[in-house]
């Protein structure tokens, strides 16, 4: 029989992602979604009629309804991606972090655990309980500082970092406390398709194309490393079918950049797709810059490439011309999502940068 995965989170931006990767691959999915602002069965449309891709709307806090899920469905491996997973908004309403960050992800482990320990050899220890974390609760790096790897202190700066931190420690602390098989794994920031465009990638493209200006926060040179998030999810597949219990992967896609570099080579790319009579470029509007803004972000993934054989198929360069691409055939999905209650969220953040 096909496996079974309980994803949670699976409507949003990487989760979707990776739910339509594994039906591909023809694993069943229970797909568990509260659906925030950021959770879109739009991005799963094309699984409308999947009689093995099941969305079911609630919380991953929800302790009877993960307990019912996993006793109606056994489930080989869970996926957890459910989060709030963005830094500007942890800035503005930390607590909502917490909730669903720490708080929802202690009870997911604490209901999985109790489940998976009345569970009949072959299958407790099979069982997988895989965590998607970040790099960025490894905090800031310096210009010439060595990369991030799997021993790197934690050090997050940000509320939406500290509460994925929190919950990896407590993956970490499940498995060394009850054996539960754990995995963690930690990448640098993703893009592609179906990125909610409050993100730099979609919120650049989306605003150059309707004319509005191009918020670059500060100076333009904090540094993040990308990665297409269809290589993120490949990697969470290798690490949950091989990966070493108890450990933690770093995913990364060699790919560092300024922050101006990356607008300005979406600017690039729609001047050739769309050429405008108006350079694109000179949308670019410095602003206020994000309190606590980590400077620099760069992963050291020789774990995953040596251990699990896994390097990225999308280059940095054809992934962001793929990328902006996407967008422009997407009119509809992206009218969906800057609706009202986006508009809100452009007017809460951006409002008072100037
Ligand atoms: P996203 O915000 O697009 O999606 C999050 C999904 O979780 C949404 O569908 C939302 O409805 C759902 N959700 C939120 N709270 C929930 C709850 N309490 N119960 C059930 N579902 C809930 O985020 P994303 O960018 O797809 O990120 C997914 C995961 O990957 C997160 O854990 C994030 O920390 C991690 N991650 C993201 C990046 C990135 O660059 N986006 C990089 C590394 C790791
Ligand atoms: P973001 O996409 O929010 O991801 P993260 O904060 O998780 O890295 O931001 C990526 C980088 O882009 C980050 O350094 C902040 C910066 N940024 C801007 O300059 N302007 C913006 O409007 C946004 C949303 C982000």
């Not at 993960?66 to 006793?71: D, G, I, K, S, T």
């Not at 009850?178 to 909610?196: A, D, M, V």
């Not at 297409?228 to 450990?247: T, Y």
């Not at 690039?268 to 108006?278: H, K, N, R």
Request: glycine residues 8%.
């Amino acid at each position: 029989m096909a496996r079974t995965l309980l994803v949670t989170g699976g409507a949003g931006f990487i989760g979707s992602c990776f739910v339509l990767q594994a039906r591909e691959r023809g694993e069943r999915v229970i797909n568990l979604d509260k659906l925030t602002y950021a959770g879109n069965p739009d991005n799963l449309a094309s699984l409308a009629q999947d009689p093995d891709h099941i969305l079911v709307q609630g919380d991953i806090g929800n302790a009877e309804l993960v307990n019912w899920l996993l006793r109606q469905y056994r489930p080989d491996a869970v996926v957890n991606f459910a989060a709030e997973s963005h830094v500007d908004r942890s800035i503005l309403d930390p607590e909502a972090f917490v909730r669903t960050n720490v708080l929802g992800t202690s009870t997911l482990l604490r209901v999985v655990k109790n489940w998976w320990q009345n569970l009949d050899e072959p299958a407790k220890s099979s069982f997988r309980f895989l965590h998607v974390s970040t790099d960025e609760v490894y905090g800031a790096l310096k210009p010439g500082d060595p990369a991030f790897c799997e021993t790197t202190p934690y050090s997050p700066n940000s509320p939406y970092s500290a509460s994925k931190a929190a919950s990896d420690h407590l993956v970490r602390a499940f498995h060394e406390t009850y054996g539960l098989p754990t995995l963690i794994t930690n990448c640098s920031n993703n893009y592609g398709p179906r990125q909610f465009p409050e993100k730099l990638i979609p919120l650049t493209i989306i605003n150059a194309r309707n004319n509005r200006s191009i918020p670059v926060y500060g100076t333009g040179s904090n540094i993040r490393d990308w990665l297409h998030v269809e290589d993120h999810c490949a990697a969470i597949a290798l690490v949950l079918e091989k990966g070493r219990v108890g450990e933690s992967y770093n995913i990364g896609g060699h790919s560092a950049r300024t922050n101006l570099e990356v607008v300005q080579s979406i600017c690039e790319i729609l001047q050739q797709e769309e050429p405008s009579p108006t350079m694109y470029a000179d949308l670019i509007l410095f602003v206020t810059d994000r309190p606590g803004h980590d400077f620099r972000y760069a992963i050291d993934c020789s774990k995953i490439e040596r251990e699990l054989g896994w390097k990225p198929a999308h280059t940095f360069a054809t992934g962001l011309v793929d990328t902006v691409l996407w967008y422009l055939a997407n009119d509809a999905w992206v009218e969906n999502v800057c609706s009202g209650a986006y508009l809100d969220w452009v007017d809460r953040n951006y409002g008072h940068r100037g």
